[in-house]
């Protein structure tokens, strides 16, 4: 079974990280949700789920779930040793990105990034701010060079989108499409 952590920090964004983590349990993958204490003021605020209440009702569902600590550092996705088949930060706060682009691990999503990172692991960067300045792009830059992938939630339009959700689905078939998990959540071009 593959398994994934999404990290969700204080970014606008929290559909994408929803959209995320539902279809990636119905596909059968495990999943590890890290969030910052932003991250779930965010996602309250723009969806008005609370964080907790959601996992644990996908738990009665899903058995490949589980929500960490952010602070646990003693957590299984916090060791290299510890096969993860992708990190994927959804939304990336600017301050996250720059922690992680600096080998700042002080929390659980810093640290995940960076045992991906060490590992030579799938690690995908979802920010999610707009316009982005000097130190936000050299940022991105540093952490391209290292291997993570940059994925801003910029979706499409050539699959003409009817609705939020399928501009929401662009991104998470994106997504989905750079760690080989098979979707359609969007009409590919030249299909």
Sequence with gaps: MKKVLIGITGASGSLYAKRLIEELVQKDIFVYIVASDNGKKVMEYETSINLESWVYSLKEKYKNIQLEDINNMFSNVAS?????????????????LGEISNGISKNLIARAADVALKERRNLIIVPRETPFNTIHLENMLKLSKMGATILPAMPGFYHKPETLEDLVNFVIGKILDYLSIENDLFKKWGN
């Excluded at 290299?80 to 996250?96: A, H, N, Q, R």
């Design 80 to 96: 290299g040793s510890y096969k993860l088949d992708g990190v994927i930060i959804i939304p990336c706060s600017m301050g996250t």
